[in-house]
């Protein structure tokens, strides 16, 4: 038995078999630089170990604390919805449990480190300096208004005192500008050089989607030199991050973002939001599950 809550990592899950698997091996790098600490992690969707999965490891190894840690960047749907509600599916699945919950990664200093290092990386490959570079920041897209924010949020910290050109935002799927739109946009403010910049922390799907839509327009577009970065990765910033996350969770010290939350108070458009039950995503693996998952999801 032990007496320290398990970290516990929650991720929306992809597609995309590699970005699934740098999910595991981060959650298992996790694992052994903390042997003290009982970790697993698990998908709400799409990817192997469902959530239910890794709780019911735990479980049976003794575990009844948790501390939940969201690995996803901004907090939209499945952060303020999605992984609640499993969570508190999992404690009703486990009498005894209980189930604290951390709150999103970014935008925070040590993931803005590394996304500084993305750019730079390719700015050296290329011999073009920050003061001669635009970066435009590329984040999932949302229908919550307050996550897109973020994305924004991140990339004026991001460009806070780091010497680019510019630092403009898009969106891969589901909101504007689009990454087409936002490369538009960088060559009417007259960039010659921009280095698209993915706001994810592995590879996937919509990773290779932004370079896909990138490539696109500077095909259609000769005078931008068009260039794209690495998403974010297991960096040593971001498992640092991630236990800065599970201590907070762990003294209940979590501060979360709720002055524009759309399940919280009216905003325009979104007045519908307000106060609505929340429901846990059923994975396809787990017991559980309801439906199929032959169709594209519009979230």
Not at 40 to 48: K, N, R, T
Not at 64 to 70: E, L, Q
Request: proline content about 8%.
């Amino acid at each position: 038995m032990t007496t320290a809550p398990a970290l516990l990592l929650v991720g929306h899950g992809t597609r995309d078999a590699a970005g699934a698997q740098a999910f595991r091996s981060f959650t298992e790098g996790l694992g052994a630089a903390h042997p003290d600490l009982p970790v697993g992690g698990g998908f709400i969707e799409l990817s192997p170990p469902p959530l239910a999965d890794s709780v019911a490891a735990l479980v049976a190894a003794g575990v009844r604390d948790f501390a939940a840690v969201p690995l996803v960047l901004v907090s939209a749907g499945h952060a303020k919805g999605d992984i609640p509600a499993a969570l508190a599916r999992e404690k009703q699945r486990h009498p005894g449990t209980s189930f604290a919950y951390g709150r999103p990664l970014g935008p925070h200093p040590g993931l803005l480190a590394v996304l500084e290092r993305r750019v730079d990386e390719v700015l050296a490959a290329t011999g073009t300096g920050r003061a001669a570079a635009t970066v435009l920041l590329v984040g999932r897209g949302s229908t919550d208004p307050d996550a897109n924010a973020e994305v924004f949020k991140a990339a004026r910290l991001l460009w806070e005192g780091r010497g680019y050109a510019g630092v403009e935002t898009a969106f891969v799927s589901l909101a504007e500008p689009s990454v087409a739109a936002g490369l538009e946009r960088c060559a009417r403010l007259g960039a010659r050089t921009v280095v698209v910049l993915p706001y994810f922390l592995f590879a996937g799907v919509l990773p290779d989607r932004v370079r896909a839509q990138a490539a696109g327009w500077a095909a259609a577009n000769g005078t931008v030199d068009v260039r794209c970065a690495d998403v974010i990765g297991p960096e040593p910033e971001l498992a640092a991050l991630v236990m800065e996350r599970y201590r907070e969770a762990v003294a209940g010290d979590l501060r979360m973002n709720c002055d524009s939350c759309v399940y919280r108070v009216a905003m325009p458009g979104f007045e519908d939001r307000v106060g609505r039950p929340q429901q846990p995503h059923h994975h396809p693996d787990d017991p559980s599950h309801t439906h199929g998952h032959g169709h594209a999801h519009s979230h």
